[in-house]
C-alpha cells in the first residue's frame, strides 16, 4: 500500500494522476499547507525539504518500506515499479527523461513564479510580473514546437513527460497565456484532459471550489514561516 501525502497543487496533482494511471492502490491524506502542516516533524522525516507531494511505500525495494519526495523521482519510481510509462528502450527513455527534466527545471518553477507575482504577492511588481508571464510564454512555445510533429511530449506514446506538465498547463490563464497563441499545446491539453485516470487523479483531495488564499495562508507559504530554518 502506498501512503499519499499531498494537497491539490499542480506538484501534487502530477503524483495523484500517476497513482491512478497505474492502478496501484493508495490511501492520500491531505497536508495543509496553508495552515503548515508540511513543517511538523512527522512529515520531514519523510519529505526533508518540507514540499508536497510524498509518498511512502510499505512494499519498495526488497520488500522494505521506502519514503520519496521530489515529484519527478516518484514519477520515475512508480514508472519502474509499474513498468508503466517510462519505455525501457534507450532512446525512448531519454526522450521521456529529458523532458520531464524540462518540466521539472522549466516548467514548474517558472510557471511557479508567474503564478506568485501575478497573484499572490503583497504588491504588483511589473518587472517580475511581466518576466515570468513573458518566460512562462517562451516555454509555452518550447512545448508548442514539440508537439507539431509529436503527439505527445516525448514522443508518440504518453508518459510521465505529460503527466509531469498537464496539471501546470491546465493553468494557463493564471500564467497569463492564451491557448490560441499555442494551436498544438491546445490538442494536446484537450487529449490528456479527457483520460478517466486524468480526470480522477484531479479530483483527489478536492473539496468544493478553491478559496482565494488568506493573509495567514500567504504568510505561511511566503513569509518568514517558510525560511525558518528546521
Known sequence: MIKLFSSPTPNGRKV???LEEVGLPYEAQLIRIGQG???KSSFLKISPNNKIPAI?????PGRKPIAMFETGAILIYLAEKTGKFLPKRPRERMAVIQWLMFQMGGVGPMLGQAHHFRHYAPRKFQYAHDRYTNEAGRLYGVLDRQLKSSKFIAGERYSIADIATYPWIEMHERQGQDLKDFSSVARWLEMIRKRPAVMR???VLSSGPEKEMGASAKEVLFGKTQFKRR
Open 16 to 18: 495523484h494522476i500517476m
Open 37 to 39: 502542516d508540511q513543517f
Open 56 to 60: 511512502v511505500d510499505s512494499d519498495g
Open 201 to 203: 487523479g484531479m479530483a
